[in-house]
């Protein structure tokens, strides 16, 4: 199993950057692909960003394209989104999760393993 657990949240100014970790125990990841999702209320889940197990390549959703980056550090076992410019749209819970390929996906069914979320509140 794989024990994800995000954190980095939090309440921001439109305009402002935040970065998002994810820590993953259980197993080690370097394997297998990484990716970010985020819930608003009263919406689906949606993709936000996936990364693959080498971190040689990234998706990222068009509506984060070229203010959000994925990123991974295999030695540390962590997964990052590097937010800017961020939106009062981008407001949501932000899931980290992990699938059993080293290749990326965008759909949240092929993802098997979650966090608990972590909220992101952008203000304007």
């Known amino acids: 199993q794989v024990q994800l657990v995000e954190s980095g949240g939090g309440l921001v100014q439109a305009g402002d950057s935040l970065r998002l970790s994810c820590a993953a125990s259980?197993?080690?990841?370097?394997?297998?692909?990484m990716g970010w999702f985020r819930q608003a209320p009263g919406k689906e889940r949606e993709f936000v960003a996936a990364?693959?197990?080498?971190?040689?390549?990234?998706s990222h959703a068009d509506s984060v394209k070229g203010r959000f980056t994925i990123s991974r550090d295999n030695a540390k076992n962590t997964v990052y989104l590097q937010m800017s410019d961020l939106k009062p749209e981008d407001t949501a819970v932000y899931y980290c999760?992990?699938?059993?390929?080293?290749?990326?996906?965008?759909?949240?069914?092929?993802?098997?393993?979650w966090g608990q979320g972590t909220q992101v509140s952008v203000s304007s």
């Open positions: 990364i693959s197990g080498s971190g040689n390549f990234k």
């Open positions: 259980g197993r080690t990841v370097s394997s297998i692909a």
């Open positions: 999760a992990s699938r059993e390929s080293r290749i990326t996906a965008r759909s949240s069914s092929e993802y098997t393993y």
